[in-house]
T-cell receptor
Framework: GAGVSQSPSNKVTEKGKDVELRCDPI?????LYWYRQSLGQGLEFLIY????????KSGLPSDRFSAERTGGSVSTLTIQRTQQEDSAVYLC??????????FGDGTRLSIL | AQSVTQLDSHVSVSEGTPVLLRCNYS??????LFWYVQHPNKGLQLLLK??????LVKGINGFEAEFKKSETSFHLTKPSAHMSDAAEYFC????????????FGTGTRLKVLA
């Protein structure tokens, strides 16, 4: 069946621009997670959505980062006024209750 | 607080020889533990999970791991390495009793020599 889908797979943008990263979770998965994977920092939790509950935003590194999940399905991670340190792979994962997370292939973001 | 430590950043083995990737965890209660594999330019794929059932967990592609509470370890093993096993491996502990907010180890890059 279809897995977690992320788009774009690669994104190159100039410093200061805004970017939107999209995640389409596995159908029926109520939980959705965003992580950042960067050299020297490993894999970092960013934000977690569970059903209609308020998201856990405790991992977002600054107020330039935001995310939303519309209709309990697709999620968008937005980074405003991008900085070079935002360059990383952004991974999305989804799961059902008490089951392991399934990951997408990620979006590789490069800030020039 | 929970944490996980992968003891080796790089491991090299010859094809056909055993693989051992080491992971130690810290948890204030019974953890859920996972091993994931990441091939280049790909996402993470679940190899196996421990969730307080059998302490010896079998996963995909011939991998298995043993949960040892007394040693706070969850090492990943495979009897015979294959070239396709070359990848990065992550040990993961969940931050709650479910699957919420993973805590990742720093990863072990496995190299398989012909």
């Amino acid at each position: 069946g279809a897995g977690v889908s992320q788009s774009p797979s690669n994104k190159v943008t100039e410093k200061g621009k805004d970017v939107e990263l999209r995640c389409d979770p596995i159908s029926g998965h109520t939980a959705l997670y965003w992580y950042r994977q960067s050299l020297g920092q490993g894999l970092e939790f960013l934000i977690y959505f569970q059903g209609n509950s308020a998201p856990d935003k405790s991992g977002l590194p600054s107020d330039r980062f935001s995310a939303e999940r519309t209709g309990g399905s697709v999620s968008t991670l937005t980074i405003q006024r991008t900085q070079q340190e935002d360059s990383a792979v952004y991974l999305c994962a989804s799961s059902t209750s008490n089951q392991p997370q399934h990951f997408g292939d990620g979006t590789r973001l490069s800030i020039l | 607080a929970q944490s996980v430590t992968q003891l080796d950043s790089h491991v090299s083995v010859s094809e056909g020889t055993p693989v051992l990737l080491r992971c130690n965890y810290s948890s204030s209660y019974s953890p859920s533990l996972f091993w994931y594999v990441q091939h280049p330019n790909k996402g993470l794929q679940l190899l196996l999970k421990y969730t307080s059932a059998a302490t010896l967990v079998k996963g995909i592609n011939g991998f298995e791991a043993e949960f040892k509470k007394s040693e706070t370890s969850f090492h990943l093993t495979k009897p015979s390495a294959h070239m396709s096993d070359a990848a990065e491996y992550f040990c993961v502990v969940s931050a709650t009793s479910g699957t919420y907010k993973y805590i990742f180890g720093t990863g072990t890059r496995l190299k398989v020599l012909a």
